[in-house]
């Protein structure tokens, strides 16, 4: 008891744990993701910073202390915005390595569905896109057929970055 009344009597006096200590890690309890993202930018290259996002989400989950297997993970990505061109096989030239990240995400099977509404917006049809894309009726209405079934809805913010780290660290 005499015990107990010591260390309660330390700590009113703020002779506990300094308040200056540093961060703690911890290790959250990651499970299996199921997610959808939606792209939606009004630029085609920010598209490689929308990526990040879903590179953002798998890493951790595929590297220890976690180690789940690409197959373990159920990722989706709606695209529906000005980036949609970044798919057309016309433009794989000019947007090369979006694509080739696509690409690589796609092998690891995360899943890229394209809005065939913006998709005839833009003139574009099924055959025009890389061939990992699928065509589906709808962006928002895919979106909600996810949601529905358990994805966590992410969409990535691309801002412009107007400072460099350095500067405002």
């Known amino acids: 008891m005499k015990r107990v009344l010591f260390l309660l009597t330390m700590l009113w ?29 009004d630029d085609p290259r920010k598209i490689g910073s929308a990526l ?40 794989e030239a000019r947007y090369q390595e979006v694509v080739d990240r696509m690409r690589y995400y796609a ?3 995360v899943k890229f569905k394209v ?15 890389q061939d990992f894309v699928e065509v589906v009726p709808n962006a928002i209405t895919e979106l909600a057929y996810w949601q529905q079934r358990g994805h966590a809805l992410i969409v990535p913010k691309v801002l412009e970055k107007t400072f460099d780290i350095e500067t405002i660290r």
């Open 115 to 129: 809005c065939g509404q913006a998709a005839a917006d833009f003139g574009y049809r099924v055959e025009d896109f």
């Open 52 to 91: 990040y996002w879903v590179r953002s989400l798998m890493n951790p989950l595929m590297e220890a202390p976690y180690d789940y297997a690409p197959e373990d993970l159920d990722i989706v990505v709606v695209i529906h915005g000005n980036e949609i061109v970044t798919l057309a096989k016309k433009n």
């Open 107 to 109: 092998s690891l099977g």
């Open 13 to 41: 006096l703020g002779l506990g744990p300094s308040a200056h200590a540093g961060g703690t890690w911890v290790a959250t309890p990651y499970t299996p993701v199921k997610a959808v993202f939606e792209f939606y930018l």
